[in-house]
């Protein structure tokens, strides 16, 4: 639905993705990031126990993904997100909880977080949703995704596109939000893959966003998406 391929990656060996794990329970992050650890493509470059925290080690690392618990002391990860999201736009936000209320996964939608899992996912659905928020793609569940697309539909405020999109962007994320690969936007829309990846990188920059999940909720409270056409 939302998922997609965002970016295609180079034929260099990429970087390491670097993490921030953000939870108030020094178990959960000793047994997360030696799961992360295990993989080299991945790298925990701080950990944070609380929203304060989080925000600033955010700002001091700079990390490509943040894991961000919900419930905390003090400054919980909804706040901590909106308030990451709003001085570095680009970071990929995966929320890890055990709590699967719809209002929390709205919430944390609205506040920029690109992807939502549950503590009970299985470690590669972890590895497999981390890799993917990194590369700017959603990681909802299907089911997930579709409640999220309704409820936003319903605050639709119409606005030109013309406005914030040129009419190729416009068309790419129309394309992208049905869930196609860059080689399917490609294809279908007759350009290359590497034209389709600049395109997105413009959209994200254009909407100051960092991830599809945050694009096609922009473009669906805009009136530019239709929901009905995603599946």
């Known amino acids: 639905m939302l998922d997609a391929d965002p970016r295609e990656p180079d034929t260099e060996t990429p970087r390491a993705i670097t993490l921030l794990l953000v939870d108030d329970h020094p178990v959960v992050r000793k047994g997360t990031r030696e799961l ?29 993904v943040i894991l961000m618990d919900v419930s905390m002391p003090g400054m919980n990860g909804i706040e901590a997100t909106r308030a990451i999201k709003a001085f570095l736009p680009g970071v990929g936000v995966l929320v890890l909880t055990s709590y699967d209320d ?11 977080a690109a992807g939502y899992l549950l503590k009970n996912a299985s470690e590669d659905d972890l590895l497999g ?3 993917a928020v990194a590369a700017g793609e959603s990681a909802l569940h299907p089911s997930v995704a579709r409640k999220v697309l309704e409820r936003f539909s319903a605050q639709t405020t119409p606005t030109p596109p013309e406005d914030a999109l040129s009419p190729r962007e416009l068309e790419v994320l129309l394309v992208a939000a049905t869930g196609r690969t860059n080689k399917e936007i490609a ?45």
């Open 102 to 112: 719809d209002a929390y996964v709205f919430a944390l939608l609205e506040a920029g």
């Open 129 to 131: 949703a981390v890799r």
């Open 36 to 64: 992360l650890e295990t993989e080299s493509d991945l790298r925990v470059v701080g950990e944070a126990d609380s929203g304060e925290d989080a925000i600033v080690k955010a700002r001091a690392l700079r990390p490509d």
């Open 187 to 231: 294809r279908d829309l007759d350009i290359s893959p590497r034209t389709v990846q600049v395109h997105l990188a413009n959209i994200f920059s254009k909407l100051g966003v960092g991830s599809r999940t945050e694009a096609v909720l922009f473009g669906i409270k805009r009136g530019w998406i239709d929901p009905k056409q995603i599946g």
